[in-house]
Each structure stands twice: as structure tokens, then as C-alpha cells.
């Protein structure tokens, strides 16, 4: 890209603390995003014996609120900038990863996963808006396209390689709950369940995590970039 007249992703972006910023943010939640929500639904199917469509049920409050808020909040980040919403987006998220491992050993689908995933829901609803304006706002108008083609291809990655890379890592984590069988798939084997539950909790916590490192990365690449 470097060599070529016209790159398709000229790297010049990325000398935007800004746009590097909010870009590497975007990773990281969209990471956490990705590991719970491909997850989810072998836990909540496979191992606490939920139906399918109760599990599908859980992931309404993300579109609800992202419907209802987004634009909103692309009208705060416009009036107060995208970092104090991209901060307190992030962390009102990783507080439902963080209750969604809390509550999971109950298995309790309505009255505790559901009420979480509204948390997660309301936090991406304030950081969706906002962090594609750090995005675009970091660049020139002509360039505005290509961040903004960067930043969907970011996302993208992260539900790859986040996904891909937590694989062993849940296997790990089953086994070591006292799991024998494999995670995600259906048994009726004394301790699958509970393996399952203790399995999940722990990427509820490491999602927690990574939400909280994207707090931390809006705070010191957005909020606290000189303003041009």
C-alpha cells in the first residue's frame, strides 16, 4: 500500500492518533462482542436447555436499543465529542459481559442473561454512533469513505480472529470446570453443564475485560487527542 499511487487503505490514516485510536478501540470491543454472541447461544441451547428461539430472545435489546439511541447518541458525540460516549458506552457494556458471568451459574435466561443483554444493548447503542464520528472525524472530508471502509473491515476481523483465537481457550476452561465431553454440544453427561456455565462465565469476564480496555484506549487515543 506503501508503493502503489492510489492504495486502496492508504497507511497515512493511521498517523491520526485519533483515527488509530478509535480504530484499535473498535477491535477490541467488537472482539468481545464477537466471542459472547458466538457463544451465547451453545450455552444457553446446549447446556442449560434453553430452545433455540429463547435464545434468539436474548439478543433483542441490542437491536431495540441501537434503534431507539443511536442517533441520539450521534447527536451528543456532535455536541460534546465521541470520547466521553465511547467511554461510558464501553464500560455500561463490559458491566453486562461482567453480569452475564456474575448470574450464569443460576442459568436464569429471563431474569438475569436478558436483563444484562439490555446493559450491552444500551452501552452499544452510545458507542455505535460516536465511534464511527472519531472515525471519519480524524480524517479529510475526501478520505472519509476509506476510513470509513477501514473501520467496517476492523470490526470484521475482530469477530474473526477474537472468535479463532478464544477457541482453546473455552476448551481449556470446560475441561478444567470438569467437562468430558465437548463444549457446545448437547449431553446429558453428569458436570457438562456446569462445565459449560463455568466455560462461558469466564468469556463473560474476559469480554468484561476487553470492553474495559476499550474504555481506557477512548480515554487516552480520543479524549485526550489535541482537538484540531
Known amino acids: 500500500e506503501t508503493r502503489v499511487h492510489a492504495p486502496m487503505m492508504p497507511l497515512s490514516l493511521f498517523a491520526s492518533r485519533v483515527f488509530s485510536a478509535a480504530n484499535l478501540m473498535a477491535f477490541t470491543l467488537y472482539s468481545a462482542l464477537s466471542i459472547m454472541f458466538f457463544f451465547m447461544p451453545m450455552t444457553f441451547i446446549a447446556g442449560w436447555g434453553y430452545s433455540e428461539i429463547e435464545a434468539a430472545a436474548t ?7 441501537i434503534s431507539l439511541l443511536s442517533a441520539r447518541a450521534g447527536r451528543l458525540a456532535d455536541r460534546f465529542g465521541p470520547a466521553p460516549l465511547l467511554i461510558v458506552g464501553s464500560l455500561i457494556t463490559g458491566a453486562g459481559y461482567a453480569a452475564m458471568g456474575l448470574f450464569a451459574p443460576e442459568q436464569d435466561l429471563w431474569r438475569r442473561i436478558l436483563p444484562a443483554m439490555a446493559l450491552v444493548g444500551f452501552g452499544m447503542a452510545l458507542v455505535v454512533a460516536p465511534l464511527s464520528s472519531a472515525v471519519m472525524g480524524a480524517v479529510e472530508e475526501h478520505q472519509s469513505g476509506v476510513a470509513s471502509g477501514v473501520n467496517n473491515a476492523v470490526t470484521r ?72
Open 59 to 65: 439478543f433483542a435489546p441490542m437491536s431495540v436499543f
Open 157 to 228: 476481523m475482530a469477530g474473526l480472529i477474537s472468535v479463532a483465537a478464544v477457541g482453546g481457550l473455552v476448551s481449556a476452561l470446560y475441561v478444567r470446570a470438569g467437562g468430558t465431553e465437548s463444549f457446545g454440544l448437547p449431553s446429558q453427561t453428569a458436570g457438562h453443564a456446569a462445565a459449560m456455565t463455568s466455560a462461558f462465565a469466564g468469556l463473560a469476564y474476559l469480554a468484561a475485560a476487553l470492553c474495559a480496555l476499550s474504555a481506557v484506549i477512548a480515554w487516552l487515543g480520543v479524549g485526550r487527542a489535541p482537538r484540531g
